[in-house]
């Protein structure tokens, strides 16, 4: 069992810069590949990125790609997403979530876990 808890979203400026944590619980999380995901409102929950257990592989959706990036830190059990150069289309619920299998990351099947989500919200 994991259990993951996001913290870091805020009120930031188009251009503007925000680092998003998500903390695990649960010895086993070294051993799972991490993604993040967003839904924007009225939108459908969409892919941001993913990275392997050991930090190796990484995926980003085309949107973000340059601007953003995950990394972890497995001694503590903490996943980020450090996001740059902000837009107000990057207004959403971002999640951290985690899988066993790095499979296809970019879809929502096949993570086992979800935290609750954290508010970003970028103005023009």
């Known amino acids: 069992q994991v259990q993951l808890v996001e913290s870091g979203g805020g009120l930031v400026q188009a251009g503007g810069s925000l680092r998003l944590s998500c903390a695990a619980s649960g010895r086993t999380f070294s051993t799972y590949a991490m993604g993040w995901f967003r839904r924007a409102p009225g939108k459908e929950r969409e892919f941001v990125a993913a990275l392997s257990w050991s930090g190796d592989s990484t995926y980003y959706a085309d949107s973000v790609k340059g601007r953003f990036t995950i990394s972890r830190d497995n001694a503590k059990h903490t996943v980020y997403l450090q996001m740059n150069s902000l837009k107000p289309e990057d207004t959403a619920v971002y999640y951290c979530?985690?899988?066993?299998?790095?499979?296809?990351?970019?879809?929502?099947?096949?993570?086992?876990?979800w935290g609750q989500g954290t508010q970003v919200t970028v103005s023009s």
């Open positions: 979530a985690a899988r066993g299998i790095w499979g296809v990351p970019a879809s929502l099947e096949g993570y086992d876990y």
